[in-house]
């Protein structure tokens, strides 16, 4: 059986794991970003059994959409989404199936399985997995391949549920960590040791977390996809308060600075930086007048000019360093 996975990151380098181990073909397709194959190469999949897309999708989901209807696709294909979407995505793509004719169930499966596993594929799977479909015909052919990728499987005959179940997930963690994020400014304020309160109130089991403030993208980007289809106050507030912890963090910059950031994106496919808080950090910085100079694991000097960034200068000292939502002088390790 062939596999392609479209777009490599975590999910689609663990499901990569685990098929391989299983004796399947599997080609990764990394459509959203270079890879030196010709464009006739990486939409020409049309001898694949099974397509997972696993791409970042950003605040939207145009770049799944356009690869959907790029793609070459054979009758009975099993399109597999493995990654977070906006609600009424899978419907939209049935209605994009329409237009070539194609009926769901018949010519082609279509299933919702958000995978959150380790990277590790020995050391199994943490947490059931869930997985939607949208007839019965498509969950069930579903459920089929992805038996060799699960050890629990767990099938939500709603669709629509399945499309949010990562959002809200990764939303409560934004509200739990924004939550942290006053609390130790208000340590910062008051002369608290933050790491000795954070350990005395995870004492009694909380789960208190450290704070990172969204640099290096720790902190999901979900919450946007929550409060655009969920407007609450609350969402609004956790939001809110990201923003000005992002904010106390630039009043300790002085004008005109050189600061290195390092972290930009959590992997190396995400490059979509609509609500990326490191890039809104950045921009914060450089209206101050700072020099701002961004490093990154996962991209290439060449390609942090092309979005616009400064990659790192060996003939620059830096003032400030700015990594893991903390801020060091650049003679601190």
């Not at 049935?94 to 594929?121: C, K, S, Y």
């Not at 005395?200 to 980007?221: I, K, S, W, Y």
């Amino acid at each position: 059986m062939r596999v392609s996975i479209m777009g490599l990151q975590k999910q689609g380098l663990n499901l990569a794991f685990r098929l391989t181990r299983e004796g399947m073909k599997v080609e990764n397709l990394a459509v959203c970003r270079e890879n030196g194959k010709r464009e006739k190469e990486l939409y020409d999949t049309g001898d694949s059994e099974v397509i997972i897309l696993g791409m970042p999708v950003g605040a939207g989901t145009c770049f799944l959409y356009q690869t959907l209807n790029r793609l070459v696709l054979q009758k009975g294909v099993l399109l597999a989404v493995a990654t977070s979407v906006m609600p009424g995505t899978t419907e939209h793509i049935r209605e994009l199936m329409a237009q070539r004719g194609w009926i769901a169930g018949r010519d082609f499966n279509l299933v919702l399985t958000p995978f959150h596993n380790e990277l590790n594929p020995e050391a199994g799977d943490a947490a059931p997995q869930i997985i939607s479909g949208l007839t019965p015909a498509c969950l069930a052919r579903g459920r089929e391949f992805f038996a060799h990728c699960a050890d629990q499987l767990v099938p939500i005959s709603d669709i629509r549920i399945a499309e949010i179940v990562p959002i809200i997930e990764n939303a409560h963690r934004f509200i739990h960590m924004s939550f942290a994020q006053e609390v130790k400014d208000y340590c910062t304020q008051n002369q608290i040791d933050w790491p000795v309160l954070r350990w005395a109130v995870n004492l009694a089991g909380h789960t208190l977390p450290e704070v990172c403030a969204g640099v290096g993208d720790d902190l999901p980007r979900d919450m946007a996809f929550l409060q655009g289809f969920c407007p609450s106050p609350l969402f609004a507030g956790a939001l809110a308060a990201d923003v000005r912890y992002r904010h106390n963090l630039c009043q300790k910059v002085k004008d005109g600075q050189h600061v290195l950031v390092i972290g930009l994106v959590a992997d190396d496919e995400t490059l979509e930086l609509v609500n990326n808080p490191t890039a809104q950090l950045i921009c914060q910085l450089q209206h101050k007048g700072c020099h701002v100079y961004v490093q990154d694991e996962h991209i290439s000097p060449r390609e942090l000019a092309a979005l616009g960034f400064e990659p790192p200068n060996p003939q620059v000292k830096y003032d400030v360093i700015f990594k893991q939502g903390e801020i060091y002088q650049a003679w601190e390790d």
